[in-house]
């Protein structure tokens, strides 16, 4: 009978063991490396989602408050217009008993007149104001959302990520990249905008 071939089985399932780790040891960099890339540019997302909704919420308290002034001018005006109500009745009293106002209640009523003018410039150059400082904010309302999707977009990459090391799932990791992709999009939109 002729001798059997001795096949030695250990030396090949060594051999493709090292092949799978060496496989899975790429694998593993691969997602290490661009997980760390994607939480980097994560970092800078936030930091740039806080600075905006800040400064938003600083222009918004500058508008509240010029609004605030502005109501406070319209309420002089009115002030003043009140009187010159009173002297324009205290004029036509005087007409309707047959006598000639006293110099005064002219002067009144005219000073009156030209200073609800003044007042009235003073009110809505506080509303533009008010309105300029309001729309610049909610301009960086709109900023920080897109900048906080973007972050919660990276946020679902990294742990894809974190799935993909341990499962050593290349398709789950091809899910991180392509989500690291599109929030990394989404950022760089916002950022250059």
């Given at each position: 009978m002729p001798e059997e071939i001795e096949l030695n089985t250990e030396d090949v399932d060594?051999?493709?063991?090292?092949?799978?780790?060496?496989?899975?040891?790429?694998?593993?960099?691969?997602?290490?490396?661009?997980?760390?890339v994607l939480a980097t540019i994560a970092a800078v997302a936030a930091l740039r989602a806080g600075a905006t909704v800040n400064e938003a919420l600083m222009l918004k308290t500058e508008a509240a408050r010029?609004?605030?002034?502005?109501?406070?001018?319209?309420?002089?005006?009115?002030?003043?217009?009140?009187?010159?109500?009173?002297?324009?009745?205290?004029?036509?009293?005087?007409?309707?008993?047959?006598?000639?106002?006293?110099?005064?209640?002219?002067?009144?009523?005219?000073?009156?007149?030209?200073?609800?003018?003044?007042?009235?410039?003073?009110?809505?150059?506080?509303?533009?104001?008010?309105?300029v400082k309001s729309a610049e904010g909610d301009r960086l309302f709109d900023q920080h959302h897109r900048y906080a999707m973007s972050v919660a977009i990276f946020q679902m990459a990294i742990a894809l990520g974190a799935v993909a090391a341990l499962t050593r799932l290349r398709w789950v990791w091809i899910g991180s990249l392509i989500l690291g992709f599109g929030g990394t999009a989404i950022f760089l939109a916002t950022w250059l905008r």
């Open positions: 060594e051999r493709v063991h090292e092949a799978v780790e060496r496989r899975a040891d790429w694998l593993l960099k691969a997602i290490a490396l661009t997980t760390a010029l609004q605030s002034e502005a109501a406070d001018q319209w309420a002089y005006y009115q002030a003043k217009g009140i009187k010159s109500a009173v002297q324009e009745a205290s004029r036509a009293a005087w007409l309707a008993a047959g006598k000639e106002p006293p110099a005064n209640v002219d002067a009144a009523i005219k000073q009156f007149w030209n200073e609800q003018g003044e007042i009235e410039k003073i009110a809505r150059a506080k509303e533009r104001d008010r309105d």
